[in-house]
């Protein structure tokens, strides 16, 4: 005798959070069996404690016989409820294969008829399915969200130990979140938050991914390694809050994935702080004035003050050239972040000293350009001390 | 003539890309009405067009209202080429032509294809303007009310009780026309589907000709069935209760608070035939006829009162489970069970004949004194039987007139008849929890009708009213409005009160056999009723109605299940039938015993709906019957089982034998524990009634615990036959039977293999096939419905009976045990209506479908009715404080909104830990509509400035800031949230309370499939399908107006498959009531909320 077909359809979807992590770290409908089985026990306590915290005075006796099942092993019992386990899992994996498509365009979630999911739940489904693992996105940050890339995703697999099914479901929602609102004006966090209902912090995240996609920002070479996505997440946030076109003005009807021309233009003329002799002086000696004393490293910055100025303002004047922006983070490292760690610099020297490097600029009587100064050191700080660890 | 239909096609959405170049889609609408059509203009490049069509108007004839469907087409614009269809949407005329029932059809449905399932949706308008027509000659039946609840509908008053309504159309089966070689599998599916919808308007309004005639005004109980017969043809046919039923004016409602479960109906000023007004509420005592016995002296406490009015019945009577019949029209089987007929208690006391002739007056004028009710309203029901049930067997030819079905009326009248000569033999003249169904082979056919004979207080009936019972009452219930209110204690009033009417007391009445007990109709114990003491009762009662209000029950019940499987050779025409026909009186006669066994087991003694399903397949036959087990405490206490060896030769043989009745014992004390089965113990010690009982007996009764009770009983048993302690009651004879198995019986092994096979449900479940679990009150507003679907194929072919009945019974269980599991978030729940269907849809191939609703409880069951109350209300607070909650934080989050603007996650996880694991329903009802939650979400932290939400926003179903909000180019399909609609298979949702009822919903689609494998395969094919059909009974159900479907039931659904082709094909038909409920609690608070949400949101938002 075999079961030829099995479904079992409800008016208001159920859907095991447990069994849809499972699903969407892609464990497929055949061997996933065993897997779940790994998994139960996680489940089962999960489960009982909700439970426990619910009806104290019932002990949930299906947990209990799932227990026995589990713990009667290779006899007959595991045998009924590997049944009745299997079947369970394959509705709901039947549901969440139909639910996929609904959720590449989320607000189709709320307003579509097919399934009857409450509130919470879709809130629950769009934000799991959207999740990504850091390691992968760790990956394939910065690089071109195309054909190419997908085709190397079974490297990335095998690399980060995510399945390649997950892979790819990560990958294609970044890039359908890129296809989006790469043709949408207005503030880039607002928009992918509309369009894909995720929460804030994930909002976020993805216009952080989006937006080294567009820029593509080098991320991969060894010397970034030791950074996590949330740095870099972090950092784009400060460059698309700063130095893109929307950054001024909310109301400008244009895109804030790009950064700003006009603004990267003006960053040329910070090259004066360092073309300028007189300037270049007269900066290190506010500088050294402000810091003597105050911290153990002041020999090594002293020493080292005209080549790290010369290393970030170098940075600044060539962003205008979209290759040279593609290097800016592996610029940022090498230029003044290895130059400092390698002095042994504490985290709190290295604020200590950006801080001044800043505002000892305005004090420079022939230095015009303050405001570009500020708009560029104040991301350029935070992204360095974001950044500024092992 | 008269009577304008309008539609308006407003817009579409999530419509499918049919142009692949520029993935759009050029759509445009066909309405079509008859024979005239309409269209839209073609809105180009759109995937949501906004068609905003003028009011297309079809001037038709009310006779065609009721037939045809309004049929809308989507179709996709091609300059070129053919306009390709993207589907279709039919809509149901019918509830729009009753006053009482919807207004007006407005919402997004679903655009269904038959091939394609669900593509998109659009939102049309529909109204009709009904000019009346009061031609006597007339052939519709407009404003006649149709419910698939097989109760008085809630918010109605049953004036009368005409009965029996049946009608029966044939067709030819387009799909086996010739010209379906030629057309496509989708015209083909589509001419089915119009035909069926046609047909069942037809016959939905040829039914309503007959109410009118009979002077109702609606019919409760509708069941509607397909035959699909293949080349024969397609029947349609359908049977009701028709009725004469008033509306209630919705400040007087009776609150039938749910977990009484049933009418208490009002108590208005008497109408001239509506006699019988019940028992009355003992929390409303404002508005109250005075009972009669406000002259008749002082309220005379329940047990006194049969003194006074009148049964003396005669002391003993005999009794009746079960009386069937197999029949076929080639006349070769014997019949079962079946006693000689006709027997009116020769020695019953003067009014038990008076009114068993007035019954019977006003019964006999009629063909069939049969009702499809399953509940009643109080009084209604006075004695019942047993079940009736009969079976025939016949050879399907084609039907050469369509017009005159005249064989297949012939044939159900034959059955119908006999099931009326069935309860007269048992003593009854009616008919109720009447039902019929079909199993098709080829072209075998088994007809099947069941119900339960019972007795029924004529009053309700028009021709009752005469009676002189019935005068006197409506003369003693004349208002007196001074003496409403007086300071009679209500409680005792109503008692007595209803003690009179039904001149028996109300709780125990129904179980007192209405036959003769010296010409008892097949042998049967009977003893005196354990509540009363006066009347016999019998010690086992299957019946196919629900549990009556009134009963008494002890402990919970169950579900109790027999299956049966019988191989048959493989045959053709006569011979087939005449196999079919011989074995089925077998098969009848192993459910029967397969269920008092297990109902033994779990020692309980009644059964209520009781459903026995006998599917033909090509070489086998199944048999499942399903019921719900209840310990009736008028009824007396089962005895236990035992087995008895027939040679008692050898050591390990006995042994054998005495593990195997160990387990029985320990399987029914076990049972007893957990279905709290206690039965109280005073009756059994009262002397009156066991005057001559054993003194050994009495003493292991009193001075131990039940498990004690139950053992010593069955000790008497074993020891000595004669000194039983039912022997002193028991006047018939050869009484134990029932109880003993003899395991050299191969059969009874069997039995007793399959009796402890039955796996244990599992803590915190139960369940049961009838409306309401007994013992069970207090219900949360969580609820389930689920259809589970399994077909298994039977591998190996040369299969024995035994074999095959494991296989079944394990496929039954397995199928529960998963239920269980899935369900598992739900506990404490009860699965509640579980209705099996199983059919034999290829050779070895056995399908199982499930349908059911599984609803929560709270922990503490016991609980008094009132403690249920408060409960409800708590339940609205914690709404409450849980929309504040959500709306405190999006206000914080907005207050701050750069520095943290957070409020998504946060307010998330308190979702999350509000509700942990997947517990849905009682989510579900805290929020009213869900897209209105996640906007105002995102929405109050999109904009920069603090709004506080208030009640009245929150409730708007538009909230405007939406649009505005919105700065992207893409404008976003963003219409009415929407509408949850709940289903259930019950007649009422626990917690709320029906206000309106908007038409009945009946259903027919067919879905087929030429790429199986890419779908999923069968599973993946069948679960889409089924949950697109639960979305567009959704749909249909909130386009009404609704917000919920109840008496729910997926009467069909047939699948056929060939995987070779990649090909599969399924039918499904599914029905029910659309109706408005609001929570119990809000009633008071706000009904006028209510309906400005219904007028304002058209329809869209009418949710808790």
């Not at chain 2, 009193?702 to 020891?719: A, N």
Request: negative net charge.
């Amino acid at each position: 005798m075999s079961v030829e077909l099995d479904v079992f359809v409800v008016n208001t979807t159920i859907m095991d959070e447990e069994v849809y992590q499972l699903w969407l770290d892609g464990y497929t409908g055949l061997g996933h069996n065993i897997n779940q089985l790994t998994h139960i026990d996680i489940l089962d306590t999960v489960i009982h404690q909700s439970y426990e915290s619910c009806y104290l005075s019932a002990p949930s006796s299906v947990n209990d016989a799932v227990k026995v099942r589990m713990e009667g092993g290779v006899l007959e019992g595991c045998e009924a409820s590997a049944e009745v386990l299997h079947s369970d899992t394959m509705d709901q994996y039947r549901t969440f294969q139909m639910c996929e498509r609904l959720l590449h365009s989320p607000v189709k979630l709320a307003n579509q008829l097919l399934f009857q999911i409450p509130p919470h739940r879709q809130v629950m489904l769009i934000e799991r399915y959207y999740a990504f693992d850091s390691v992968f996105v760790r990956e394939v940050l910065g690089k071109k969200l195309s054909k190419g890339t997908k085709k190397d995703l079974d490297d990335v697999s095998a690399k980060t130990g995510v399945t390649l099914k997950s892979c790819r479901r990560q990958f294609d929602n970044f890039k359908r979140v890129f296809k989006v609102v790469e043709e949408l004006k207005g503030p880039l966090v607002e928009n992918i938050r509309q369009h894909f209902l995720l929460s804030d912090k994930l909002a976020r995240d993805y216009a952080a991914i989006v937006f080294f996609a567009n820029n593509r920002f080098e991320t991969g070479k060894k010397k970034l390694h030791y950074l996590t996505f949330q740095d870099f997440a972090f950092c784009a946030g400060q460059l698309i809050s700063n130095w893109t076109v929307g950054a001024l003005d909310n109301m400008v009807e244009d895109m804030d994935v790009d950064l700003e021309k006009e603004f990267l233009q003006d960053l040329k003329e910070l090259k004066i702080l360092i073309t300028d002799r007189d300037l270049l002086d007269q900066h290190k000696s506010l500088v050294c004035t402000a810091l003597r004393g105050k911290t153990k490293a002041f020999n090594e910055m002293e020493a080292n003050f005209k080549n790290l100025s010369r290393g970030l303002v170098n940075i600044a004047a060539k962003l205008t050239n979209t290759k040279e922006v593609r290097d800016f983070f592996i610029d940022l490292v090498e230029k003044f972040i290895e130059p400092c760690r390698s002095d042994k610099w504490t985290a709190g020297d290295m604020r200590l000293y950006l801080t001044h490097y800043t505002n000892s600029a305005h004090v420079l009587d022939t230095f015009k350009h303050q405001v570009v100064w500020d708009r560029y050191m104040g991301v350029i700080k935070s992204c360095i001390l974001k950044m500024y660890h092992d | 003539m008269p009577g304008k239909l309008k539609a308006k096609i407003v817009a579409g959405r999530h419509l499918p890309v049919m142009d692949r170049a520029s993935d759009l889609t050029d759509a445009f609408v066909e309405v079509k009405f008859g024979n005239t059509t309409f269209k839209t203009d073609v809105f180009p490049k759109s995937l949501n067009p906004q068609w905003n069509s003028e009011w297309f108007k079809f001037e038709v004839d009310d006779e065609d209202l009721q037939d045809e469907p309004l049929q809308i087409t989507v179709l996709d614009h091609d300059t070129y080429s053919a306009n390709d269809a993207i589907g279709k949407v039919y809509i149901d005329i019918d509830p729009l032509l009753s006053c009482e029932a919807a207004t007006v059809i407005s919402g997004w449905l679903p655009i269904y294809d038959t091939i394609h399932g669900i593509r998109g949706e659009i939102n049309v308008l529909v109204k009709v303007d009904l000019f009346n027509d009061l031609n006597r000659f007339r052939q519709s039946s407009c404003g006649v009310k149709f419910f698939c609840t097989t109760s008085i509908p809630r918010c109605y008053r049953v004036a009368l009780v005409h009965g029996f309504v049946e009608e029966l159309v044939v067709n030819e089966d387009p799909e086996y026309q010739w010209i379906d070689r030629i057309r496509t599998p989708r015209a083909s599916n589509e001419a089915r589907q119009r035909l069926i919808s046609l047909m069942s308007g037809e016959l939905q309004r040829k039914i309503g000709l007959k109410v009118l005639e009979m002077g109702g005004n609606a019919v409760v109980g509708y069941l509607q069935c397909f035959d699909l017969e293949g080349e024969s043809g397609l029947v349609v046919r359908a049977i009701g209760t028709a009725c004469t039923l008033d509306k209630l004016s919705p400040g007087t409602a009776p609150n039938t608070t749910t977990h009484t479960n049933t009418h208490t109906l009002p108590n208005t000023a008497p109408t001239s035939n509506a006699c019988n007004s019940p028992s009355k509420d003992s929390k409303e005592p404002v508005f109250s006829e005075d009972p009669p016995h406000s002259l008749s002296g002082p309220p005379t406490p329940l047990r006194t009162l049969p003194s006074s009015s009148p049964p003396p019945f005669s002391p003993s009577k005999p009794c009746s489970r079960q009386s069937s019949s197999s029949d076929t029209d080639l006349s070769l089987t014997p019949r079962i069970g079946m006693g000689s007929g006709g027997s009116v208690g020769k020695e019953a006391g003067p009014l038990k004949t008076l009114l068993r002739q007035h019954t019977q007056s006003a019964l006999e004028q009629r063909e069939f004194p049969i009702f499809t009710l399953t509940c009643f309203p109080p009084g209604f029901l006075v004695h019942v039987g047993g079940v009736v049930s009969t079976r025939s067997v016949k050879l399907l030819d084609r039907i050469h007139n369509p017009d005159e079905p005249e064989t297949r009326d012939a044939w159900w009248e034959e059955i119908r008849q006999e099931i009326k000569s069935h309860a007269k033999a048992l003593g009854c003249h009616a008919v109720v929890g009447y039902s019929e169904s079909t199993s098709i082979c080829e072209e075998v056919c088994i007809l099947s009708a069941s119900g339960t004979a019972a007795m029924l207080n004529p009053r309700f009936m028009r021709e009752g009213c005469l009676d002189t019972g019935g005068s006197d009452h409506r003369l003693s219930r004349q208002p007196h409005p001074g003496m409403v209110g007086s300071e009679r204690g209500e409680g005792e009033v109503s008692s007595t009160w209803l003690g009179f009417e039904d001149a028996s007391p109300p709780s125990c009445g129904f179980v007192h056999i209405p036959y003769d007990e010296f010409n008892m109709p097949f042998p049967a114990q009977l003893t005196y009723c354990y509540h009363c003491r006066r009347q016999k009762v019998p010690d086992v009662l299957f019946t196919t109605i629900d549990l009556p209000a009134e009963a008494e029950v002890t402990g919970k019940g169950c579900l109790i299940q027999a299956r049966l499987c019988r191989t048959k050779k493989k045959a053709q025409g006569e011979v087939n039938a005449t196999s079919i026909s011989n074995l089925l009186p077998f098969m009848e006669y192993e459910l029967h015993t397969q269920l008092m066994n297990k109902l033994k087991l779990r020692s309980m003694n009644a059964l209520f709906g009781l459903r026995i399903q006998i599917s033909v397949g090509e070489n086998m036959l199944l048999g499942l019957a399903s019921a719900t087990g209840v310990y009736l405490s008028a009824l007396p206490a089962p005895g236990g089982i035992q087995i008895a060896g027939k040679t008692p030769s050898d050591l390990s043989y006995d042994q054998h034998i005495s593990t195997m009745q160990k387990r029985i014992d320990d399987t029914i004390a076990k049972n007893k524990e957990l279905y709290n089965i206690h039965p109280p113990k005073l009756f059994t010690l009262d002397p009156e009634a066991f005057t001559g009982l054993n003194t050994e007996c009495i003493e292991e009764v009193v001075g131990s615990p039940i498990p004690d009770r139950q053992r010593s009983s069955r000790l008497f048993r074993s020891t000595s036959e004669s000194s039983d302690e039912l022997s002193e009651l028991d006047l018939s004879h050869g009484k134990k039977d029932a109880f003993v198995l003899e395991i050299d019986d191969t059969d009874a092994v069997e039995d007793i293999q399959s009796l402890l096979t039955d796996a244990p449900i599992p803590a915190g479940f139960y369940s049961c096939n009838t409306e309401v679990m007994p013992g069970i009150h207090n219900w949360t507003s969580g609820l389930q419905m689920f259809t589970s679907v399994r077909v298994y194929r039977l591998s190996n072919a040369n299969l024995t009976n035994q074999g095959l009945n494991k296989i079944f019974t394990d496929l039954c269980e397995n199928l529960l045990k998963s239920l269980y599991f899935k369900l598992r978030s739900m506990i404490p729940c009860c699965l509640c209506h579980l209705n099996f269907t199983v059919a034999v849809p290829e050779e070895e191939l056995i399908q199982v479908a499930v349908t059911a609703v599984a609803m929560s409880f709270d922990k503490e069951t016991q609980q008094a009715a009132d403690k249920a109350l408060t409960r409800g209300s708590g339940e609205n607070e914690e709404q409450l404080q849980f929309s504040m909650e959500l709306c405190g934080e999006s206000t914080i989050s907005n207050n701050q909104p750069t520095a943290k603007p957070s409020g998504v996650p946060e307010s998330a996880m308190v979702h999350s830990s509000r509700a942990p694991s997947v517990d849905y329903g009682s989510f579900a009802d805290r929020c009213s509509t869900w897209l209105e939650l996640l906007r105002l979400k995102a929405h109050t932290i999109r904009r920069g400035s603090v709004k506080t939400i208030s009640s009245s926003e929150r409730c708007s179903p538009l909230p405007e800031g939406r649009s505005r909000s919105l700065r992207s180019t893409r404008s976003l399909p963003c219409g009415a949230p929407v509408t949850v609609v709940k289903m259930t298979p019950l007649s009422f949702l626990p917690g709320t309370r029906i206000v309106k009822y908007l038409g009945i919903i009946n259903m027919f689609f067919i879905r087929e499939t030429t790429s199986l494998r890419e779908e999923g395969g069968v599973s993946g094919f069948l679960h889409s399908f089924i949950a697109e059909v639960f979305a567009m009974v959704r749909a249909h159900v909130a386009a009404l107006g609704g917000n919920a479907l109840v008496s729910y039931s997926m009467k069909e659904c047939v699948f056929m498959e060939n995987p070779n082709k990649n090909q599969a094909q399924c039918l499904i038909n599914v029905s029910g009531d659309a109706v408005i409920f609001i929570r119990e609690s809000d009633q008071e608070a706000i009904p006028p909320l209510l309906t400005s949400r219904q007028t304002s949101s058209t329809g869209a938002d009418g949710t808790t």
